[in-house]
């Protein structure tokens, strides 16, 4: 698997400074690819995404879609994931923090700020994306979308569905006309 944006985006949108190591950082943008973006794609979307990217054969609602929405929504993914290990190194020495003498160690109270505010620019992105994608018809994102529940769902004693009189009757309310 393959890196679908560049370090240098990462840099130049997120504090995340260019000097950092490609190594250290590569696994925090893969993981963001896995657990953040394919489950809002779906697997065939992702798939496509990055095939073409690799290819570089992005185009039309494609393209749109990788330049406007998933670019900006993985670059803040991955640092979000970045911020919670860029300061531990392990080796054959163990796990350590690393630090330099012209330098002062953030709390943990700091990193979790940094971590929050890149978490929620990747909510904000998530659902600016989720919104471009129902107004736009990508057959692969529909059929993995399309899986409508043809109960209601009952949550506990709770019900939220259709018109029951006590609650314990679950009554099919998807596709009526």
């Excluded at 943008?29 to 798939?47: F, H, K, M, R």
């Excluded at 073409?52 to 494609?62: C, F, I, M, R, V």
Aim: hydrophobic share 35%; charged share 25%.
């Amino acid at each position: 698997m393959k890196a679908i944006i560049r370090a240098v985006d990462i840099a130049k949108y997120t504090p995340i400074g260019g000097n950092v190591d490609i190594d250290k950082f590569l696994p925090c943008v893969l993981d963001a690819q896995i657990t953040d973006l394919e489950p809002l794609l779906g697997e065939s979307l992702y798939n496509k995404i990055a095939t073409d990217y690799e290819a570089n054969t992005l185009s039309g609602l494609y393209l749109t879609l990788y330049k406007d929405y998933i670019k900006p929504f993985l670059i803040h993914a991955s640092a979000k994931n970045y911020f919670l290990i860029g300061a531990y190194q392990i080796n054959n020495g163990g796990i350590m923090k690393h630090t330099t003498e012209n330098s002062e160690s953030i709390s943990k109270s700091e990193i979790d700020y940094l971590y929050t505010n890149q978490r929620s620019k990747c909510e904000v992105y998530a659902q600016r994306m989720k919104k471009w994608l129902v107004r736009n018809r990508i057959d692969e994102y529909y059929d993995f979308n399309e899986v409508v529940p043809k109960r209601g769902v009952n949550y506990g004693s709770w019900y939220f569905g259709g018109g029951s009189s006590c609650g314990n009757e679950q009554i099919d309310t998807y596709g009526q006309d």
